[in-house]
């Protein structure tokens, strides 16, 4: 089965800036579509931060375009988020999405859609 892990999060006061990761794993990946971010604030919808494609199109929210970068590792299933001028409002628990992985197992290939992480704090406070 996929899993997808997040690390990176943590507290970090305004201004600061933090690099959060997140793995897939669990079984021998052949090919994942686009990787992103998420985030959900207390109280509040979850929300898109950035997507990457396989190839390296990116695309962010409005209010995440300048301070943060998303990028990818392909050889190692993993995508990575680096978070510049972080501000309280960016307090959230950040979720790594992979929305179509193709995996091997035993002798046939297999899709699993909408791959969702467990989460990673970020708390931005002085």
């Known amino acids: 089965q996929v899993q997808l892990v997040e690390s990176g999060g943590g507290l970090v006061q305004p201004g600061g800036s933090l690099r959060l990761s997140c793995a897939a794993s669990g079984t021998t990946i052949v090919k994942i579509n686009n990787m992103g971010w998420h985030r959900q604030a207390p109280g509040k919808q979850r929300e898109l931060v950035a997507v990457?494609?396989?190839?390296?199109?990116?695309n962010y929210a409005d209010s995440m375009e300048g301070r943060f970068t998303i990028s990818r590792d392909n050889a190692k299933n993993t995508v990575y988020l680096q978070m510049n001028s972080l501000k309280p409002e960016d307090t959230a628990v950040y979720y790594c999405?992979?929305?179509?992985?193709?995996?091997?197992?035993?002798?046939?290939?297999?899709?699993?859609?909408?791959?969702w992480g467990q989460g990673t704090q970020v708390t931005v406070s002085s």
């Open positions: 999405n992979a929305d179509r992985v193709i995996y091997y197992s035993g002798s046939s290939y297999y899709t699993k859609l909408d791959n």
């Open positions: 990457i494609g396989s190839g390296g199109t990116t």
